[in-house]
C-alpha cells in the first residue's frame, strides 16, 4: 500500500494535493509539518474524500502523556499513528492501550532514514541496523503492531514476523537529499514492506496523478 506524505504547512497547497490523488491507490500521511500548521481541517478533509490517513506525530514522552496524547485524537477519523520506539516499553504499551480502544493501529520509529551510521554510532553507540534490531525487540515486547524502518532494515524484520512494517525513505532514483537510506517502491515491496511512504517522488510530481499511477502499477 503506498502512502503518500502530504508534507505542506497550508491548507490551499495540502488540499490542491489531495484532490490530485486517488483514494483506491493510496493513503494519505499527514505528518507535523502539515498537522501542526493546519490542524484537524486537513484530516477531516482528506477523509470526506475517501482516503485513510496515517498520522505521522512520532509521540515520544512519558508513558501517560503519550496515552492521554493519543486518547485526545479519538473524534480523528485516523487509522494508524506513529510513536518513537525509543521511549521505551512501558510508554508504547501505554500507546497500545490508548489506540486500541478508538482502533487504531500504533507503529514504531526505530531509526529515521535521514540518519546514516556515522550518525546512529554517534546517537546511539550501533549502527543503524543495529539500533533497528535493538528497536524490534522493544516494539515485540510491547506488543505494537508494527515499525517504521528505512528499506534497508526491512529483512530484519521480515524474520521476525510478528510486525507490519511502514518504510519511507523511497526514492524513483538516486537523490540529492536529506533521505540517507533509500530504494525504489519495487525493491521495498520485494523485501516485505507492507506500506511504502512517498512524498517528494510524487507531491513534486509534474503531473500528480500520472506518477501515483505509475508507482501503483509497478508495484501491484
Excluded: W
Excluded at 503506498?2 to 505542506?8: G, K, P, Q, R, Y
Excluded at 521511549?87 to 497500545?96: L, N, Q, S, V
Aim: proline share 3%.
Amino acid at each position: 500500500m503506498i502512502i503518500v506524505a502530504i508534507d505542506e504547512n497550508n491548507f490551499e497547497r495540502a488540499s490542491e494535493l489531495i484532490n490530485k490523488l486517488d483514494p483506491k491507490k493510496c493513503m494519505v500521511k499527514i505528518g507535523s509539518v502539515a498537522f501542526n500548521s493546519i490542524g484537524h481541517e486537513i484530516i477531516y478533509y482528506a477523509a470526506d474524500h475517501g482516503f485513510k490517513i496515517f498520522l505521522d506525530l512520532k509521540f515520544h514522552d512519558i508513558p501517560n502523556t503519550v496515552k492521554k496524547s493519543i486518547q485526545g485524537l479519538a473524534s480523528l477519523p485516523i487509522k494508524m499513528l506513529t510513536i518513537h520506539t525509543s521511549g521505551g516499553k512501558d510508554m508504547m504499551m501505554a500507546a497500545m492501550e490508548a489506540a486500541s480502544r478508538i482502533q487504531i493501529k500504533v507503529f514504531g520509529v526505530t531509526a529515521l532514514t535521514s540518519l546514516n551510521d556515522d550518525e546512529t554510532n554517534i546517537i546511539f553507540q550501533r549502527t543503524s541496523s543495529e539500533q533497528v534490531n535493538a528497536m524490534l525487540d522493544l516494539a515485540e515486547s510491547a506488543g505494537i503492531d508494527g515499525i517504521v524502518c528505512s528499506p534497508h532494515e526491512l529483512k530484519l524484520v521480515k524474520k521476525r514476523g510478528t510486525l507490519l512494517s511502514i518504510t519511507p525513505g523511497i526514492r524513483l532514483q538516486d537523490s540529492n537529499d536529506d533521505q540517507k537510506r533509500v530504494m525504489t517502491p519495487k525493491e521495498a515491496i520485494n523485501l516485505g514492506a507492507d506500506f511504502l511512504v512517498i512524498g517528494r517522488p510524487i507531491t513534486e510530481a509534474e503531473n500528480i496523478g500520472e506518477a501515483l499511477n505509475e508507482i501503483f502499477q509497478n508495484i501491484s
